[in-house]
């Protein structure tokens, strides 16, 4: 069975700062890997996927992140923290035929 | 734009009352997804639909069934609502059966039931 860890429920960063949120997946077969952000109020967003190929994935917004088999990871990044990042941020794992297994939510919270 | 449609952002119920959430998407999307967001849970799959007349349990299907009689429409009902199913409920929508196509979400429907 597929399951998705999501280590930290909150993270705070200031504005400029790295952001790192961490996901790592448990999968029996190779796995498609998808971070999804949720803004107050809204339904969730596609930020980024993993399928084949490449394991850099670049997204929208400035995100990106890296499939690490080995780690069984898949953690989101941005090289600098910008005030309309603050949301919540969901890594999703799936063997394939749309049935996604999302993580516990990681909320980002970015001080001026 | 595509779009995902939920009928009601917030809705307040009683408890043994039977509730309809609705969900149109515009895109011609095969599949249709019902989520249920909880803090500290995240989403949980309900039920989902590949097709039309076509349904199969997600992960917590207890208390709550659904129906898709055209593509583009997505129910879900709870038929007879208790204070435990008092939860974001999320629709989502999807082109093909590939697995890694995006979802497309609704914004939510708040349900509290009392």
């Known amino acids: 069975a597929q399951s998705v860890t999501q280590l930290g429920s909150h993270v705070s960063v200031s504005e400029g700062a790295l952001v790192l949120l961490r996901c ?32 850099l994935v670049k997204g929208i917004n400035g995100f990106e992140a890296e499939f690490k088999k080995s780690e069984t990871s898949f953690h989101l990044t941005k090289p600098s923290a910008h005030m309309s990042d603050a949301a919540e941020y969901f890594c999703a794992v799936t ?12 909320r980002l919270l970015v001080s001026p | 734009d595509v779009k995902v449609t939920q009928s009601s952002r917030y809705l307040v119920k009683r408890t043994g009352e039977k509730v309809f ?38 992960d917590i299907p207890e208390g709550y069934s659904v129906s898709r009689e055209k593509k583009e429409r997505f129910s879900l009902i709870l038929e007879s609502a208790s204070t435990n199913q008092t939860s974001m409920y999320l629709c989502a929508s999807s082109l093909s059966q590939g697995g890694n196509e995006k979802l497309f979400f609704g914004s939510g429907t708040q349900l509290s039931v009392l």
Request: a neutral charge; glycine letters at 10%.
């Open chain 1, 24 to 55: 790592n997946y448990s999968s029996s077969v190779p796995p498609y890997l998808f971070w999804y952000v949720q803004y107050p109020n809204q339904g969730l967003q596609l930020l980024l996927k993993y399928t084949t190929g490449a394991t």
């Open chain 1, 95 to 106: 063997p394939g035929f749309q049935k996604l297994v999302f993580g516990t939510g990681t």
């Open chain 2, 21 to 58: 959430l609705e969900c149109v998407q515009d895109m011609d999307h095969e599949n249709m997804f019902w989520y249920r967001q909880d803090p500290g849970l995240g989403l949980r799959l309900i039920y989902f639909s590949y097709d039309v007349k076509m349904k199969e349990k997600g």
